[in-house]
């Protein structure tokens, strides 16, 4: 079965070439989270600080937290983008990432090569590509499209392509940012749908929202973070309480 444990994960961004008076008042007055670690020689982001967490089969984790609180670094964390600096992170399952849909898409590439390509980048074999590459097509409703560069696409159409293939294998963990475009609003009640049914077969979810309404409905934990630290990791409710205390105390 899935199962993610973090001990002390901390992520340390070093920053190249900055003036670390200036840099330090720019991200007081932007109040971006995260530590500003500052020596003779260096500067630094304290991204995240010794986050501990067990997340096992059957759970779905609403993470939330002010901008800057740490949720797209975790969230890449947990997607193995990011490698931790500190600590130690095991996760047992196949992991599938839907944090920035166009990354892979190839503007020269037909939409049939960009399933193939895309596919392959989200970690799926050539015989699963190959064994779901009409249900994709059929779902993105491109037709004919699909067989010439995407380059000449909509916005729109993209963003059908490259959501009907990340949302076309259920993973064994799913890990999504709330903040995923799908396209004109006729494709929208598809997509949810989609995704319902992607939350209801993966064996783990963990989602960064903003939503209440999304965390009474599909979460049975709530992370609140706050500058790269866990405030809080337990009960729904309770956790929607912490994180109104956290954001009244900004």
Known sequence: MANIILK?????FPIYHANARSLKKQFLRLSTGGKLLQTAKSLSVKALSEINLHIEHGDRIGLVGHNGAGKSTLLRVLSRIYEPTEG???????????????????????????????????????????????????????GDYLSVPIRT????????????????????????????????????????????????????????????????????????LKAGKIEFYGDVKEGIEKYHESTANQ
């Open 153 to 224: 696409y909509s916005a729109g159409m993209r963003l059908r392509l490259a959501f009907g293939v990340a949302t076309s294998i259920a993973p064994e963990i799913l890990v999504l940012d709330e903040v995923v475009g799908t396209g004109d609003l006729a494709f929208m009640e598809k997509a949810k749908a989609r995704m319902n049914q992607l939350i209801e077969q993966s064996s783990i979810v963990v989602i960064a929202t903003h939503s209440e309404k999304m965390m009474k409905e599909v979460c049975n934990k709530v992370v609140v």
């Open 8 to 12: 002390n994960v901390s992520i340390e």
């Open 88 to 142: 130690y992170l095991n996760i047992e399952g196949s992991v599938s990432p839907l944090l920035d849909l166009m990354f892979g898409i190839e503007p020269e590439s037909t939409g049939y090569e960009n399933i193939f390509t895309r596919g392959l980048l989200l970690g799926h074999t050539r015989k699963k590509i190959y064994e779901k590459i009409d249900e994709i097509a059929d779902f993105t409703g491109l």
